[in-house]
C-alpha cells in the first residue's frame, strides 16, 4: 500500500519552549530509523520549515504507525492511503458507468 504522511509543527509555547521542542525533536530524529518494512521513497521538509511530506510504501500499515507515534509530541502528522492515478481515474469512471445505469 501507498501512503502521503504530512506532518506539520505542533505549536503553542512560548519562544523558548517551541526552540526547545524544536532541538528535541532533531536529537530524537538522529536517532529513528524508519520500521524494516516501510519503505520511504521520498522524505521532504517544506521550505517553510514547518513542516514535511513523505510518500512511503508499507505491506503492513502498522509500520507507518511508527513515526507518527515517536513524533506526536513534535508535529500533528496526516496518512493519506493513496493509489496510482489510474487505478483511481479508472475507479471513477466505473463509479460515473455505475450512477448513469441506474435509473
Do not use: C
Request: proline share 5%; hydrophobic share 45%.
Amino acid at each position: 500500500m501507498k501512503y502521503v504522511i504530512t506532518w506539520t509543527v505542533r505549536e503553542g509555547g512560548s519562544a523558548a519552549e517551541n526552540e526547545e521542542a524544536a532541538r528535541r525533536s532533531l536529537e530524537v530524529f538522529a536517532r529513528w530509523t524508519p520500521a524494516e518494512g516501510a519503505n520511504f521513497h521520498q522524505f521532504l521538509g517544506r521550505l517553510d520549515g514547518t513542516g514535511g511530506f513523505a510518500f512511503v510504501e508499507a505491506d503492513d500499515p502498522n509500520d507507518i504507525l511508527d513515526g507518527p507515534t515517536k513524533f506526536g509530541p513534535f508535529f500533528e502528522f496526516h496518512v493519506y492511503p493513496v493509489a496510482d492515478i489510474a487505478v483511481t481515474t479508472q475507479a471513477a469512471q466505473h463509479a460515473v458507468e455505475f450512477r448513469g445505469a441506474i435509473s
